[in-house]
């Protein structure tokens, strides 16, 4: 009604093994490696001389109407508007000139042929040219292709070279690379081909939703992907709705057969009705209604059929986010609905309504790349056009999953990881959350089962620790809350809740801007590093106090929250075990609040102040691995730096630091005086140093230091000798060659650490 859907004769996309028209998104191009074939076209009044054409489909010259060429070709100035004779159909055709033409591709003279070529059905509009179609539907020649009748487009490609080169119209043959569409069911190589199908008016729709990005009210995620969008959006083409396959959504178009039958005639069978007399008396034949009409409206007469036709599968699909609603309300297009949808029927229309506006816009909509054309798009469209509203605010576009050789995963390839096979031998929770620690936003996925043991490893880590939680919980106090201020509370328990607090708002703000990996990640390092590695170790002597109780499960608890997006089954079944374990009213996790953020815990001084111990920590065990200490001996540290603070700080946490880097003894001194047999490693503004119990120790140190040394050296040198060998740089692959040298650094900073540790053995 709207004038937006119309019927014409355009050249489309066909499938001649389906015999269906296809969109351009449904025939994909490939490479192919074809061959460029160079014809010679005779003048019709000098059959002596012609014009060479070169072209990549000869078996389509029985449909050619014209010669091309570029109208600034000095080549052929001369000759446009000349006459030429078609070979093998002996047509006279003209030579036209049109910007169009490629100067460069070929000789510069090309063929055209409307019915079979989008470009060339271009150029035949432009110079109203005779549309030929030499093909049926099945991709064999018909009648108007002459001797070539009946054989497949392809035989007849053959047969047409054979017979121009026994005339001694075939120039040459070159090798030539092209692409071409391939039919996205059966992969068959599409015709072009001239076709009567149903279009839509894309540009009117596409104004309106080109207007609703630019200005933000549908934004993209990764930004990049708003560029593709509205380039296809601004050189937009008007969409071939109709489709010839079995199943779909049949067009409600209708014909009268007696209508049809008298189109062209008086109703007394005399002469032929004028065009007038056809748009008064409305004998068009042509009904479009939701519902089939009866009888005619024109002639009363009940031989009504319908188009054998279906919609574009997108063509119902872009209704889907107020569809869903049985959308349209009013009762003169839903008849038969209150039969189908029973369930729907007290208020309905109303009911639904309510519904829809409820719902509709909706928030996100999470999708591949190869569809913001099929669908995408298309939604934004269809919502302004029938509802007058975006039908959602953001669109993130996530990568594809390939295979560890960058292999798009295909079942015709089969590098198909199944997920089912993964949840089978990970669990769904690490197949869900390695999919989204690994995928950078917009980024393609390279996938290995391999990839999913972090998954895995993590879940056993909440699980583990979770357990440890619940075991060591004083049930009967059943603490759930949190105190409203952090004054009675040491610096352990304000630590964790501080690193909470910052991860969760790190968290919340990547899950405003799509960034999942990021968020995930935060929330693994978080209590894997801080909660287990950390927290837990640094209250296990003192986890029955009661401030640790509550602080403890509190952070398990709003942890299980955050990530529950992420890992959804693990965090559910640990929340209902805390629930049990008293305090929690909801029913599920799922329906509990997100965390609310806490500022007034976030202290980034005291953060500050623990990461200094836990590097000490980190150091000493470090010291102690250098100097194989058994894991149950302790050792005696001597900490020596000028800065009272730090010695403030590591003397309120020296139990905690004796306990978890195992020291016997820490004792502190204002400034380091070298001594012999000590090992030492220096921290930022601090020395630490270990003593040797004794001279016999010292030496088996050296000792294994020079080992140390010398095997270093050797490598280097064998490093260093194969980085200068030119074939290997010159040969072996990019990566190799980095790896290299990164390892040729590596052992060079390992070698100054070596020699530092014996000049203080010294």
């Given at each position: 009604?709207?004038?937006?859907?119309?019927?014409?004769?355009?050249?489309?996309?066909?499938?001649?093994?389906?015999?269906?028209?296809?969109?351009?998104?449904?025939?994909?191009?490939?490479?192919?490696?074809?061959?460029?074939?160079?014809?010679?076209?005779?003048?019709?009044?000098?059959?002596?001389?012609?014009?060479?054409?070169?072209?990549?489909?000869?078996?389509?010259?029985?449909?050619?109407?014209?010669?091309?060429?570029?109208?600034?070709?000095?080549?052929?100035?001369?000759?446009?508007?000349?006459?030429?004779?078609?070979?093998?159909?002996?047509?006279?055709?003209?030579?036209?000139?049109?910007?169009?033409?490629?100067?460069?591709?070929?000789?510069?003279?090309?063929?055209?042929?409307?019915?079979?070529?989008?470009?060339?059905?271009?150029?035949?509009?432009?110079?109203?040219?005779?549309?030929?179609?030499?093909?049926?539907?099945?991709?064999?020649?018909?009648?108007?292709?002459?001797?070539?009748?009946?054989?497949?487009?392809?035989?007849?490609?053959?047969?047409?070279?054979?017979?121009?080169?026994?005339?001694?119209?075939?120039?040459?043959?070159?090798?030539?690379?092209?692409?071409?569409?391939?039919?996205?069911?059966?992969?068959?190589?599409?015709?072009?081909?001239?076709?009567?199908?149903?279009?839509?008016?894309?540009?009117?729709?596409?104004?309106?939703?080109?207007?609703?990005?630019?200005?933000?009210?549908?934004?993209?995620?990764?930004?990049?992907?708003?560029?593709?969008?509205?380039?296809?959006?601004?050189?937009?083409?008007?969409?071939?709705?109709?489709?010839?396959?079995?199943?779909?959504?049949?067009?409600?178009?209708?014909?009268?057969?007696?209508?049809?039958?008298?189109?062209?005639?008086?109703?007394?069978?005399?002469?032929?009705?004028?065009?007038?007399?056809?748009?008064?008396?409305?004998?068009?034949?042509?009904?479009?209604?939701?519902?089939?009409?009866?009888?005619?409206?024109?002639?009363?007469?009940?031989?009504?059929y319908q188009d054998e036709d279906v919609l574009d599968t997108w063509?119902?699909?872009?209704?889907?986010?107020?569809?869903?609603?049985?959308?349209?309300?009013?009762?003169?297009?839903?008849?038969?609905?209150?039969?189908?949808?029973?369930?729907?029927?007290?208020?309905?229309?109303?009911?639904?309504?309510?519904?829809?506006?409820?719902?509709?816009?909706?928030?996100?909509?999470?999708?591949?790349?190869?569809?913001?054309?099929?669908?995408?798009?298309?939604?934004?469209?269809?919502?302004?056009?029938?509802?007058?509203?975006?039908?959602?605010?953001?669109?993130?576009?996530?990568?594809?999953?390939?295979?560890?050789?960058?292999?798009?995963?295909?079942?015709?390839?089969?590098?198909?990881?199944?997920?089912?096979?993964?949840?089978?031998?990970?669990?769904?929770?690490?197949?869900?959350?390695?999919?989204?620690?690994?995928?950078?936003?917009?980024?393609?996925?390279?996938?290995?089962?391999?990839?999913?043991?972090?998954?895995?490893?993590?879940?056993?880590?909440?699980?583990?620790?979770?357990?440890?939680?619940?075991?060591?919980?004083?049930?009967?106090?059943?603490?759930?809350?949190?105190?409203?201020?952090?004054?009675?509370?040491?610096?352990?328990?304000?630590?964790?809740?501080?690193?909470?607090?910052?991860?969760?708002?790190?968290?919340?703000?990547?899950?405003?801007?799509?960034?999942?990996?990021?968020?995930?990640?935060?929330?693994?390092?978080?209590?894997?590093?801080?909660?287990?590695?950390?927290?837990?170790?640094?209250?296990?002597?003192?986890?029955?106090?009661?401030?640790?109780?509550?602080?403890?499960?509190?952070?398990?608890?709003?942890?299980?929250?955050?990530?529950?997006?992420?890992?959804?089954?693990?965090?559910?079944?640990?929340?209902?075990?805390?629930?049990?374990?008293?305090?929690?009213?909801?029913?599920?996790?799922?329906?509990?609040?997100?965390?609310?953020?806490?500022?007034?815990?976030?202290?980034?001084?005291?953060?500050?102040?623990?990461?200094?111990?836990?590097?000490?920590?980190?150091?000493?065990?470090?010291?102690?691995?250098?100097?194989?200490?058994?894991?149950?001996?302790?050792?005696?540290?001597?900490?020596?730096?000028?800065?009272?603070?730090?010695?403030?700080?590591?003397?309120?946490?020296?139990?905690?630091?004796?306990?978890?880097?195992?020291?016997?003894?820490?004792?502190?001194?204002?400034?380091?005086?070298?001594?012999?047999?000590?090992?030492?490693?220096?921290?930022?503004?601090?020395?630490?140093?270990?003593?040797?119990a004794g001279e016999a120790d010292a030496r088996k140190f050296m000792?294994?230091?020079?080992?140390?040394?010398?095997?270093?050296?050797?490598?280097?040198?064998?490093?260093?000798?194969?980085?200068?060998?030119?074939?290997?740089?010159?040969?072996?692959?990019?990566?190799?060659?980095?790896?290299?040298?990164?390892?040729?650094?590596?052992?060079?900073?390992?070698?100054?650490?070596?020699?530092?540790?014996?000049?203080?053995?010294?």
């Amino acid at each position: 009604k709207k004038g937006l859907i119309y019927q014409g004769h355009k050249v489309i996309n066909w499938c001649p093994r389906c015999q269906t028209a296809l969109s351009d998104e449904e025939a994909p191009h490939h490479d192919l490696q074809g061959n460029l074939y160079y014809l010679k076209y005779p003048f019709k009044d000098n059959p002596d001389e012609f014009i060479t054409v070169a072209t990549t489909r000869p078996e389509t010259m029985p449909g050619d109407t014209a010669v091309a060429v570029n109208p600034r070709d000095r080549r052929y100035k001369k000759y446009i508007g000349r006459e030429l004779v078609l070979p093998l159909v002996n047509r006279g055709i003209k030579i036209i000139a049109d910007d169009m033409v490629d100067k460069k591709f070929g000789t510069g003279a090309v063929k055209v042929t409307p019915a079979h070529d989008p470009n060339d059905y271009l150029m035949g509009t432009r110079h109203r040219l005779e549309f030929v179609n030499v093909m049926r539907p099945d991709g064999r020649m018909n009648e108007k292709a002459g001797d070539y009748r009946d054989m497949d487009r392809f035989e007849a490609r053959e047969v047409i070279i054979e017979d121009l080169k026994e005339k001694g119209l075939l120039e040459k043959i070159e090798p030539h690379q092209l692409s071409a569409g391939h039919c996205y069911r059966c992969h068959t190589i599409i015709e072009p081909y001239l076709s009567k199908q149903w279009f839509v008016k894309m540009a009117p729709l596409a104004k309106p939703a080109i207007e609703a990005v630019k200005k933000g009210k549908v934004t993209f995620h990764p930004k990049r992907w708003t560029r593709v969008y509205l380039s296809w959006m601004e050189n937009i083409q008007d969409w071939c709705i109709s489709r010839q396959i079995w199943w779909g959504h049949r067009l409600p178009v209708y014909y009268c057969k007696n209508c049809l039958g008298r189109i062209n005639e008086r109703t007394d069978n005399s002469t032929p009705l004028t065009e007038k007399e056809k748009k008064d008396k409305g004998y068009k034949g042509v009904i479009v209604a939701a519902v089939m009409p009866e009888k005619c409206p024109v002639c009363g007469s009940s031989g009504i059929y319908q188009d054998e036709d279906v919609l574009d599968t997108w063509f119902s699909s872009w209704l889907w986010p107020f569809a869903t609603f049985y959308w349209p309300f009013d009762s003169s297009l839903t008849a038969n609905r209150e039969e189908t949808f029973p369930l729907h029927m007290d208020g309905p229309a109303q009911k639904r309504r309510k519904e829809l506006e409820y719902f509709y816009p909706t928030s996100v909509l999470v999708t591949a790349p190869e569809i913001i054309f099929f669908w995408v798009a298309r939604m934004i469209m269809a919502g302004l056009e029938f509802q007058k509203n975006i039908p959602f605010k953001d669109v993130y576009i996530h990568g594809t999953v390939r295979d560890i050789e960058g292999r798009k995963m295909s079942k015709s390839l089969g590098n198909v990881i199944d997920p089912l096979d993964i949840i089978s031998e990970y669990g769904t929770d690490a197949l869900r959350f390695s999919l989204i620690s690994i995928t950078a936003q917009g980024q393609d996925v390279f996938l290995s089962k391999e990839r999913f043991e972090q998954g895995r490893n993590f879940c056993n880590k909440i699980w583990n620790a979770s357990r440890f939680v619940l075991m060591n919980l004083d049930h009967s106090d059943a603490p759930a809350g949190i105190p409203e201020g952090k004054e009675n509370l040491d610096m352990i328990n304000r630590w964790i809740l501080s690193r909470f607090y910052s991860v969760l708002n790190e968290v919340s703000g990547n899950l405003d801007v799509f960034k999942f990996n990021e968020a995930a990640n935060q929330l693994y390092g978080f209590f894997w590093h801080e909660f287990c590695d950390w927290y837990l170790e640094l209250i296990k002597k003192d986890i029955r106090n009661p401030r640790n109780q509550v602080v403890m499960r509190y952070v398990l608890e709003n942890f299980l929250r955050a990530a529950h997006p992420f890992i959804p089954f693990i965090s559910e079944e640990i929340w209902q075990c805390l629930k049990n374990a008293g305090g929690e009213t909801g029913e599920s996790i799922m329906v509990c609040a997100w965390p609310r953020g806490r500022k007034e815990f976030i202290d980034k001084k005291l953060e500050g102040k623990m990461n200094s111990v836990f590097e000490l920590i980190n150091v000493i065990r470090n010291m102690r691995s250098e100097l194989e200490v058994p894991l149950q001996e302790t050792v005696t540290v001597k900490l020596c730096t000028g800065d009272k603070t730090k010695i403030e700080l590591y003397g309120d946490m020296a139990s905690h630091i004796q306990t978890m880097a195992k020291i016997k003894d820490l004792c502190f001194a204002p400034q380091y005086v070298q001594a012999r047999g000590e090992f030492v490693t220096v921290l930022k503004d601090a020395h630490i140093v270990i003593p040797f119990a004794g001279e016999a120790d010292a030496r088996k140190f050296m000792r294994k230091t020079e080992q140390k040394m010398a095997k270093t050296e050797s490598e280097i040198c064998s490093k260093t000798a194969t980085l200068a060998n030119e074939n290997f740089v010159n040969r072996a692959p990019a990566e190799v060659v980095e790896k290299e040298r990164a390892r040729l650094q590596e052992l060079k900073e390992t070698l100054i650490k070596l020699k530092a540790v014996k000049d203080g053995l010294a």
